[in-house]
Structures are given as C-alpha cells and as structure tokens.
C-alpha cells in the first residue's frame, strides 16, 4: 500500500509536501481553487449542533439518505469535505496570494465528472480579459 498511496500521503495534515507548498514563493499569478463540498450534494449537514454527543452525531450519519458521502463526515468531525480533505484544508492558501477559491457539490472522486465542477474547471481556464 505504501507505494500507491502517495498522494494520500500528501495530503495528511503537516505532510511535508503541504509544508513545502506552504512555503513557496508567491508566483503572482491567479489561481482558482475548487473544493468538493459533500454536504452540498445532500443538500446540508447531517450534523445538528444540537446533537447530544458523539453517538447521537454518529447515528445521524448511520440515519442521512446518502450514507457513503454521511460517513465520510465522521472522519472530519461533520465538517465539510469532499471525502479525501476538509473544504478548509483545500482553501488553505497563503495569504497575498491571488486565488479564487469555490465550492462545489462534488466529492474527491467526481471533480471531473458532475456538470458543477467541469464548469467551474472551464470557467477557470478561460483566459481573463487581464491576461488577453
């Protein structure tokens, strides 16, 4: 498993390789930044804040319609995320940096598959009339 599973390794909080792009240089060109959001398919969050406790949490997960993308909630303690990374891990950037950052209704797994994420991807590749 080690050998293939590099990237998730990559993407492990404090990994040296988010290390290292944390501290790169700021390129000073835009970037857009697309971020699943798995809560957004079902249309909100499983978790209420008014649960009573962590079984209660775990069982409105075991009680969603979607219960593969519900699950994936447990590991991120209900925050959202598109299964592999938090949203806010996604969007973490380096301050003064000229990023865009959306958030789309898709998992880790379907970026490049639902119509929301291939027409931001789109979008994102459109030349801006700065760069004309």
């Known amino acids: 498993i080690e050998k293939i599973d590099v990237s998730l390794d990559q993407m492990a909080p404090n990994s040296d390789f988010l290390k290292m ?9 835009p970037y857009t930044v697309i971020a699943g959001n798995t809560q957004a398919i079902r249309g909100e969050p499983i978790f209420d804040s008014d649960d009573q406790g962590v079984i209660a949490w775990l069982m409105s997960g075991l009680k969603a319609k979607n219960k593969a993308h519900a699950l994936a909630d447990i590991p991120f303690w209900g925050e959202p995320n ?10 973490t950037i380096p301050a003064g940096w000229d990023v865009n950052k959306i958030e789309i209704p898709s998992s880790h797994f379907t970026y490049f598959t639902t119509n929301d994420s291939l027409t931001e991807l789109a979008d994102a590749l459109k030349p801006s009339a700065t760069n004309q």
């Open 82 to 91: 598109d299964v592999a990374v938090s949203v806010d891990s996604v969007h």
């Open 21 to 29: 792009l944390a501290d790169s240089a700021n390129p000073h060109v």
